[in-house]
């Protein structure tokens, strides 16, 4: 499977953004899927995970409350709605799919990467 990230940009602590991720081919709904972040000088961490049909997800302590990981299986895309953006939320974000059963936190677990979307917060 191929992802397309999308969305990032450049916004002022507090404001919003809503990342995308498109894959190809027909079998999206087989995939867990998840958006990973990594900042300059830092590990990939992982963000958010769905599962196939978006019963269960789970988010980084990090980011719970301010970010949503959901899916469209119909339009194979995953998103992540990012509110109340901080500057430690700058990274490059990479969606990413897993084969596991289950959600998974681990970069291990994922088998297709995305290329990435920058997401910048100011001050």
């Known amino acids: 499977v191929q992802l397309q990230a999308s969305g990032g940009g450049l916004v002022q602590a507090g404001g919003s953004l809503r990342l995308a991720c498109v894959a190809s081919g027909r079998t999206f709904s087989m995939y867990v899927m998840g958006w990973f972040r990594q900042a300059p000088g830092k590990e990939r961490e992982f963000v958010a995970t769905?599962?196939?049909?978006?019963?269960?997800?789970y988010a980084a302590d990090s980011v719970k409350g301010r970010f949503t990981i959901s899916r469209d299986n119909a339009k194979n895309t995953v998103y992540l709605q990012m509110n109340s953006l901080k500057p430690e939320d700058t990274a490059v974000y990479y969606c990413a799919a897993s084969t596991a059963r289950g959600v998974s936190t681990t970069k291990g677990d994922y088998n297709y990467w995305g290329q990435g979307t920058q997401v910048t917060v100011s001050s």
């Open positions: 769905i599962s196939r049909v978006a019963i269960n997800t």
